[in-house]
């Protein structure tokens, strides 16, 4: 009987490791073009290389859309959950462990080509109407530059339909969330002009509760590094980009 339950012990322990790689509760969130649904599934830029790394380091695709609220707050006080795009930041720094990064997007002011709005610097903004979008990173920034005319929307897509529709004077935007909307034509790049005063430099990552251990936020970071130097990465950013706007 001991000979018995000693083997069944060395069973569960060189089961337990598969067992942890096949708990994780992998989310995202409807944010295009990084994540979103489309036909009721998954996609997008960082979503497809989630996937190139989870097939790398054998692990089911488990990824779902979560509402951005509920999914950080389980990632940062659960246990087992995996949370992506997020901006690594000097104040969510201590709260994840971190796997990245998988982009790097720069902010930028965005106006209709028809008005006729000259900016220097960010102070020239100061008497504008500006759009941004709640709970991105440059809402955060303005308000701590003292920008008090600044309006929020739920999707940045809402703010280029009023910027289009002449309600707002400028949209805060990623240069890549501009391409992509542009590309799959839902906005019209030729009524946007980006003005030349870069705001912010967002690295994004995938995050990890605290409890997940350090070989394997190595394993997913060894096997995004892979992906980098294959190729399949710039891949996967071709598919959905276009040229953008100038």
Not at 75 to 88: D, E, K, P, S
Not at 97 to 124: C, M, Q, R
Not at 189 to 204: H, V
Request: charge should be neutral; aromatic fraction near 12%.
């Amino acid at each position: 009987m001991h000979y018995l339950v000693k083997i069944i012990s060395l069973l569960l322990i060189n089961l337990f490791p598969v067992a942890l790689a096949t708990d994780y509760n992998i989310m995202s969130e409807e944010l295009p073009p990084w994540n979103y649904t489309e036909n009721g599934s998954p996609t997008g830029v960082t979503v497809e290389i989630v996937r190139e790394i989870l097939k790398k380091i054998n692990h089911p695709d488990t990824i779902a859309i979560y509402p951005w609220a509920r999914a950080y707050q389980m990632t940062r006080y659960g246990r087992n959950n995996i949370l992506f795009t997020m901006a690594r930041t000097p104040e969510r720094e201590p709260l994840f462990n971190w796997v990245g990064p998988i982009a790097t997007e720069k902010t930028y002011f965005y106006k209709n080509k028809d008005t006729k709005l000259h900016l220097e610097n960010l102070s020239d903004a100061d008497d504008t109407n500006i759009l941004v979008t709640r709970g991105f990173p440059e809402q955060k920034f303005l308000l701590s530059k003292g920008f008090n005319n600044l309006f929020i929307t739920l999707k940045t897509i809402n703010s280029f339909q009023m910027l289009a529709q002449h309600r707002a004077e400028l949209v805060v935007s990623g240069e890549f969330t501009v391409k992509y909307f542009i590309n799959r034509s839902l906005i019209d790049g030729a009524l946007i002009e980006r003005m030349n005063i870069e705001l912010l430099k967002s690295d994004l990552y995938i995050a990890f509760s605290k409890n997940i251990p350090p070989n394997e936020i190595i394993k997913w970071q060894n096997a995004l590094n892979q992906l980098k130097t294959s190729g399949k990465y710039d891949e996967i950013f071709k598919k959905y980009m276009g040229e953008g706007v100038n």
